[in-house]
């Protein structure tokens, strides 16, 4: 039977059931801030979950069917998560802390390690897993890291570690 005649309210039920989102593998280690984050998404997302399901007969099944895959994946995410102390010292960097490095070329950037969920690369927010992450981990003032990168690895040194704010 061609599609041209399948009932429009029949294929909408029949919607592909979203693809699950994929956990890292990483330990859910993230700052108290992170996890606040996560919990007010998963209050966000089961709020427009119980508008859709409201609509009875006339809600988005697709739309539906995608908030609660993304409640699964965030509330999996609020329930792993571990919580790690402030960072307070300046003496070692660690997750939490603010760290400014220089490359090879006197070029300064300053960054936040933070968990993954809250790690936004354009707002100098990155997540500790990742190279620059666990190359910073640990180093202390002045000690100079090798940032293993894609494009090719890189040598920093460590210029500044502030406690998080």
Do not use: C
Request: proline share 4%.
């Amino acid at each position: 039977m061609s599609r041209a005649f399948v009932n429009e309210d029949n294929a909408a039920d029949q919607a592909d059931p979203p693809v699950e989102r994929q956990v890292s593998q990483q330990p859910n280690r993230l700052t108290a801030q992170g996890l606040a984050q996560l919990q007010a998404k998963v209050a966000q997302l089961q709020q427009e979950h119980s508008a859709e399901s409201a609509k009875g007969e006339h809600a988005d099944k697709q739309r539906q069917a995608d908030l609660e895959r993304d409640l699964r994946y965030f509330n999996q995410r609020v329930q792993s998560a571990q919580v790690v102390a402030p960072a307070t010292s300046s003496e070692k960097v660690q997750i939490g802390s603010w760290v400014t490095f220089a490359n090879d070329q006197d070029e300064q950037q300053r960054i936040q390690l933070v968990g993954e969920d809250q790690a936004d690369a354009n707002a100098g927010l990155i997540n500790w897993g990742s190279p620059l992450g666990l190359a910073l981990l640990g180093a202390q003032v002045g000690d100079e890291v090798l940032w293993k990168r894609p494009v090719g690895d890189q040598l920093i040194e460590v210029l500044r570690i502030e406690p998080e704010a």
